[in-house]
């Protein structure tokens, strides 16, 4: 033994088109890796440029400054006697490609195209780039000329190719390849690759972290040897937040890994493993070294340069990393607030402005920034130079250093509670105290004068007074007058936070911040254009159900006591009068369903793609023990009507912090139309006619049921009266059981007949 090898993975913050920042950002990861005694370091998917720089990658100017970054890495002394990857777009022949660009000393050694490309859920990556379909063939790339200029090279590799080292192969997956059907990695091992490299732009979604991990784990224990995984981290321009996790496995172990949420830019991720512990792992699986021996072999690019020191005897190894994954609750406390520091200090703003309710939503927003300044005091504790500094820069203050997070807090949020004769003295309360124990500059402000004042002008121009529905109004009267007082809290919104730093004497404005779950989107149940309506939205992608688990789990974590009250209030919108002083309005009771169904209707109608009559049978059977059939039939007639009428607002929904896998965002996640008919007339007669055989042939059932029952009965007392009846009793069971079967049998028929003849009778074609 003697080939011990140290390898780098790194995790990056990068931004979208920050050319220059993101070059500093892979040469710091550079120095840190050489630093860990490192002889080869990779980083993850396009991170020259930034993953999302999407339709950017139609122009010129993005893979011009990718090349000039290039050379300057290329060129750097602090790049030198290191085998270095790089992701960048490529254009070949007149196509655009997702490639990484392998160099050491000056010289490019291949340039390896991605081969499957993701275009499932928030990717599009075949709109700006083509797959590599050239399996195991190289061409000749010509290179620009800055660069022939410094390297005095014309042409090189680009392709479906390996890197062969004097003492090791390299190989790559980019992404999508190691989720794909078919992973490159099983013929990259039978090839003789050793060392399996992957560049991500992984995104985060809550519950799951394991999936990649897993992944990697499996690619490494299938295929044997080294798997190298280095993803982004952070916003760098969109609602995804991608959650880091880089991490090196060996022979099925994860031997080393990243965190998965943190604020910090750069994190350089090292592992030292032997490679003869790969060759006897491989050399063990008989069957594997069966299939290698007949293999296809990859074109290889030679490398004068070894990754290991024969001589290397003391270089401990590293083992089996054990590791816990972080519960829902914590996912939520930490990740949307990486993603809304990413997103404060990159739009040079002053901090966030924050509508505070006293309810269950703002309130967990108002959580999260605070998680937010947790993180940041803590990442300076530890010497993050670069968080301080962001810190000085967002507050126009060079001499500050945070030490607690609500002193941060109180700098950083305002939160107003923007109360009228509709709200009451609870919600007030709840709001006030939250405010407190996070340190928020905390206000309270009186919409009435506003509202009356718009209603003035209404009644000037129609002399006409709306009223509200207790008050003997109708419900447009009704919903007119609760969306006037949503609305009014939007601009007083913006007007505070344009001008509450001008008040404070510090320059800049302030981020609103909306506090709406996926599952209010979902549904439509907010006002368009309201207080919903804001810069960006931390718990827009987050269920009701997990938000109150999470200020749960942030009441002990935290220590913030009054979360216990404000889980215990019912969730209202405040917009109705009080009666005797008490809110009646509740939100599970406007919408007509509870927030648990909505998180269900959602799960079907995105994960399990169902429309109203696949969704009503799902629900028949998950719901049998809860509602008849007819009550789920209007149930999800229901939740489709409303879904159809509220669809439209999902045009202007504010960008949100992406974490569900049921997303209804239109602009990015969920692809569907915002105008629909709003009866779903031919959807809703599929579920009536299903519910008519249902209720023709439940007396059918409960008929062939009691007469099971009956026989049964008969036959036991037939076997108590005599031992010596036995075989006759026997030959009677069976003839009974017989048939009982041919009675379901026709019943069934009867149901199957029914059914078939209604779907006839409406497309005149037989099913």
């Known amino acids: 033994m003697g080939r011990k090898v140290t390898v780098a993975v790194t995790t990056l913050n990068q931004w979208a088109l920050d050319f220059e920042g993101n070059m500093g950002r892979i040469l710091q990861s550079i120095i840190e890796a050489r630093e860990l005694g490192a002889t080869y370091r990779t980083g993850p998917e396009l991170e020259v440029c930034g993953y999302s720089c999407e339709d950017h990658f139609y122009e010129p100017d993005t893979f011009l400054h990718s090349w000039e970054v290039l050379l300057c890495l290329m060129t750097s002394p602090l790049c030198q006697d290191m085998?270095?990857?790089?992701?960048?777009?490529?254009?070949?022949?007149?196509?655009?490609?997702?490639?990484?660009?392998?160099?050491?000393?000056?010289?490019?050694?291949?340039?390896r195209p991605k081969l499957t490309n993701c275009d499932g859920g928030n990717y599009r990556e075949t709109r700006w780039f083509s797959p590599w379909v050239k399996k195991m063939t190289t061409e000749e790339f010509c290179l620009p000329r800055m660069i022939s200029d410094q390297t005095g090279q014309r042409t090189v590799p680009i392709g479906d190719a390996v890197l062969s080292t004097k003492d090791t192969c390299i190989g790559y997956e980019i992404c999508e390849e190691l989720w794909h059907v078919k992973s490159t990695h099983i013929n990259l091992s039978l090839s003789g690759v050793e060392?399996?490299?992957?560049?991500?732009?992984?995104?985060m979604e809550l519950r799951k972290a394991f999936i990649a991990t897993d992944l990697i784990k499996n690619a490494s224990f299938k295929a044997g040897g080294a798997y190298l995984f280095s993803n982004l981290r952070g916003?760098?321009?969109?609602?995804?937040?991608?959650?880091?996790?880089?991490?090196?496995?060996?022979?099925?172990?994860?031997?080393?890994?990243?965190?998965?949420?943190?604020?910090?830019?750069v994190e350089v991720t090292t592992a030292t493993f032997d490679l003869e512990d790969i060759r006897s792992f491989r050399m063990s699986l008989r069957s594997r070294s069966n299939s290698a021996a007949a293999s296809e072999t990859y074109p290889?690019?030679?490398?004068?340069?070894?990754?290991?020191?024969?001589?290397?005897?003391?270089?401990?190894?590293?083992?089996?990393?054990?590791?816990?994954?972080?519960?829902?609750e914590e996912e939520i406390a930490l990740g949307p607030a990486c993603w809304l520091w990413d997103y404060l200090r990159r739009s040079g703003q002053g901090g966030f402005f924050l509508p505070l309710s006293g309810g269950a939503d703002s309130s967990s927003t108002a959580v999260i920034v605070h998680s937010m300044c947790r993180q940041v005091v803590s990442a300076i504790k530890l010497g993050d130079s670069q968080v301080l500094d962001d810190v000085r820069k967002i507050l126009a203050d060079p001499t500050y250093t945070p030490d607690i997070p609500a002193a941060l807090c109180s700098r950083l949020l305002v939160t107003c509670y923007m109360g009228g004769q509709n709200s009451s003295n609870a919600t007030r309360q709840l709001a006030s105290t939250l405010a407190n124990q996070i340190g928020s500059y905390h206000l309270e402000?009186?919409?009435?004068?506003?509202?009356?004042?718009?209603?003035?002008?209404?009644t000037a121009v129609t002399g006409l007074m709306p009223k509200f529905r207790?008050?003997?109004?109708?419900?447009?009267?009704?919903?007119?007058?609760?969306?006037?007082?949503?609305?009014?809290?939007?601009?007083?919104?913006?007007?505070?936070a344009q001008l509450m730093l001008w008040v404070r004497n510090r320059p800049g404005g302030l981020l609103v911040l909306g506090s709406s779950n996926v599952d209010e989107a979902l549904r439509g149940y907010m006002t368009k254009y309201d207080c919903s309506s804001a810069d960006i939205n931390p718990i827009g992608g987050i269920s009701k159900t997990d938000l109150k688990k999470f200020l749960n789990y942030a009441k002990e974590k935290f220590d913030l006591p009054i979360l216990s009250n404000i889980l215990e209030a019912p969730p209202t919108a405040e917009l109705e009068p009080l009666v005797d002083g008490q809110v009646t309005q509740t939100d599970e009771q406007d919408m007509g369903m509870t927030y648990d169904e909505l998180s269900q209707f959602g799960k079907l109608r995105k994960q399990n793609h169902c429309g109203p009559y696949s969704m009503f049978c799902r629900l028949v059977g998950l719901w049998k023990d809860e509602y008849s059939p007819q009550e789920v039939a209007d149930k999800v007639k229901h939740f489709f009507r409303c879904y159809a009428i509220n669809r439209h607002k999902m045009t202007v929904l504010t960008p949100s912090y992406h974490a569900e896998s049921y997303s209804p965002d239109d602009n990015r996640f969920d692809h569907r139309p915002f105008l629909y008919r709003a009866n779903w007339s031919w959807q809703f007669r599929a579920i009536d006619d299903v519910l008519k055989t249902m209720n023709s042939t439940s007396s059918t059932t409960i008929t062939d049921r009691s007469s099971k029952i009956t026989k049964q009965q008969s036959l036991e007392n037939q076997q108590s009266l005599t031992r010596s009846s036995s075989q006759r009793d026997s030959k009677a069971s069976t003839m009974s059981l017989a048939t009982m079967d041919a009675a379901k049998r026709a019943s069934y028929n009867k149901l199957n007949v029914n059914v078939m003849g209604k779907i006839k009778d409406r497309t005149g074609v037989p099913v």
Do not use: W
Request: aromatic residues 10%; proline residues 4%; positive net charge.
């Open 83 to 111: 085998l270095i990857d790089v992701g960048m777009p490529i254009q070949h022949r007149n196509v655009a490609y997702n490639c990484r660009v392998a160099f050491l000393n000056k010289k490019i050694l291949l340039i």
């Open 445 to 458: 402000i009186n919409i009435d004068t506003a509202v009356t004042a718009l209603l003035g002008i209404f």
């Open 195 to 203: 060392i399996m490299v992957n560049a991500s732009g992984s995104y």
């Open 235 to 265: 916003c760098d321009g969109q609602r995804v937040y991608f959650n880091g996790c880089s991490a090196i496995a060996l022979n099925g172990d994860i031997i080393a890994r990243g965190k998965q949420y943190a604020i910090q830019d």
């Open 470 to 496: 207790s008050h003997g109004g109708c419900p447009r009267q009704n919903l007119a007058l609760q969306n006037i007082q949503a609305r009014i809290r939007m601009v007083l919104s913006y007007l505070f």
């Open 300 to 328: 290889r690019v030679m490398v004068d340069y070894e990754l290991s020191n024969a001589h290397d005897f003391f270089t401990p190894v590293n083992g089996p990393f054990e590791f816990n994954y972080h519960s829902p």
